[in-house]
């Protein structure tokens, strides 16, 4: 079906839009063709996180209790957005007035072409446009929530960002240079991110660590600290999700929060994390992986095993995850069958969309219960370490783990994982009962 500016209808989690094109032909980051609309349906889950994640941050408290200046900074589509006015609770939703950015005409005359066509469901939806450079319609200050998701780095947009934001509020930035990030452009990220990262298993992991600090020492410029709400790496880009408040002692915060990954800690490294409180009391005879440094630790910066300066604290929060269960998901975002649809979907299309909504989530209130331990776990890794062979199953291990009392969840990380507050020796023995070494 085609629409009267010549648009198809699109449905994404529980709101419909109009493109220039159907989505089967937009796929990968690089969708875009000049004088079109940018629409990735890769960043789906992305989306419906950021829905989840702004009613958890309503529902807290944590967007004042007025109206809630919220900002779509790049937003191509206004898909982001008017996922927000559309999904949301009805009492939370008439709370915000979202403007939606960007530097071309034809992606805000799609996006205002979709919100009148399908507007949403309350009726209310106060969307604003602004065309222009990001850094322009930060100027006025005041903004509870930002979004940031660039093609590449987000690093030209922060400082401004964050200087526009109210005392309270989230901010959440994607990034696609993931090659810097993950360490395999080692010039892209000492000069865009001043660090260094070895491309390991936890390359990802290390690269939202790096944002993480990086960001935490522009919101220290401005008297503002930042605090960790979700963290995720989703195929081709990684994404970090952050409370921003202002705080006279944000310096202090800096220096507990930022510090070394090293892979292979020697004995003494190993003593210094866990003197540090960032590792597990253990008996220290059988080292681990990886562990995290203090930044005043002295590392040499040219060791190939030191990643860092990165944020060595918790990269979620244990409540904003927990409200990302597949029951809440679908209850906010998964579409519900209706006859007649306008996009053409049949029973069998709705079910498929329900289930991508859940999917976005997998995993992540399950990590919650964990997500304050540093201890990442890749499986394969750990085969390789311990000379197992086979690698052992995420699922397998959390069970012995805890079967032992110790907390344990498997990762929402990229790769099959697990997280666990359990002493290294614990990890190893259940591995090891798994696998028995080759
Ligand atoms: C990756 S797309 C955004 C995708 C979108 N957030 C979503 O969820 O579908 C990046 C968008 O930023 C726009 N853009 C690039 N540089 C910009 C700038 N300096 N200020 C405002 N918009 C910009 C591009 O036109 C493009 O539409």
Not at 74 to 91: D, F, I, K, Q, V
Not at 172 to 177: F, Q
């Amino acid at each position: 079906m085609s629409f009267g500016n010549g648009g198809f209808p699109h449905r994404e989690g529980r709101t419909l839009m109009l493109l220039p094109q159907l989505p089967e032909d937009a796929q990968g980051p690089s969708a875009k063709s000049s004088g079109e609309v940018f629409y990735n349906p890769a960043m789906a889950g992305s989306r419906t996180r950021s829905v989840l994640l702004f009613r958890h941050a309503m529902e807290e408290g944590m967007l004042g209790d007025g109206t809630v200046y919220a900002l779509d900074g790049l937003t191509a589509s206004g898909l982001r957005a008017r996922r927000w006015l559309n999904e949301l609770p009805c009492e939370l939703s008439s709370r915000i007035s979202a403007t939606i950015v960007d530097l071309e005409k034809e992606a805000l005359d799609w996006a205002r072409s979709s919100h009148k066509e399908f507007p949403p469901s309350d009726g209310v939806g106060n969307l604003q446009t602004f065309q222009g450079d990001l850094r322009a319609a930060v100027l006025s200050s005041g903004r509870h929530w930002i979004d940031i998701d660039p093609y590449g780095s987000p690093a030209p947009f922060i400082d401004s960002a964050m200087q526009s934001m109210a005392r309270s509020g989230v901010m959440e930035v994607s990034a696609t240079d993931t090659a810097a990030l993950t360490g395999s452009s080692k010039t892209a990220l000492v000069r865009r991110y001043g660090a260094r990262v070895r491309t390991d298993c936890l390359a990802h992991d290390s690269g939202m660590r790096v944002m993480l600090s990086n960001i935490s020492r522009i919101a220290a410029r401005h008297d503002r600290a930042i605090e960790p709400l979700l963290s995720v790496w989703d195929s081709h880009h990684l994404r970090v999700s952050f409370r921003v408040v202002k705080s006279v002692s944000s310096a202090n915060i800096l220096e507990e929060r930022i510090g070394w990954r090293v892979f292979a800690p020697s004995k003494e490294e190993f003593a210094a994390s866990i003197d540090s409180g960032l590792q597990v009391v253990s008996g220290g005879d059988v080292l681990p992986m990886h562990c995290m440094l203090p930044l005043n630790f002295p590392v040499d910066r040219k060791d190939p095993r030191v990643s860092g300066p990165l944020w060595i604290g918790p990269t979620g929060d244990r409540e904003a995850m927990s409200s990302m269960s597949e029951e809440r998901a679908l209850e906010s975002c998964g579409p519900i069958f209706i006859p007649d649809d306008p996009v053409g979907w049949n029973q069998k299309s709705f079910e498929i969309e329900r289930r991508r909504v859940a999917k976005s989530v997998r995993h992540l209130a399950e990590e919650s219960q964990v997500i304050d331990s540093c201890n990442l776990v890749v499986v394969d890794d750990l085969a390789a370490w311990l000379g197992t062979g086979a690698p052992p199953s995420p699922r397998k291990i959390v069970e012995l783990l805890r079967q032992n009392g110790h907390l344990a969840a498997i990762s929402s990380y990229g790769k099959p994982s697990f997280r666990t507050a359990a002493p290294w020796e614990a990890v190893v023995e259940a591995a090891m009962s798994i696998h028995p070494p080759m």
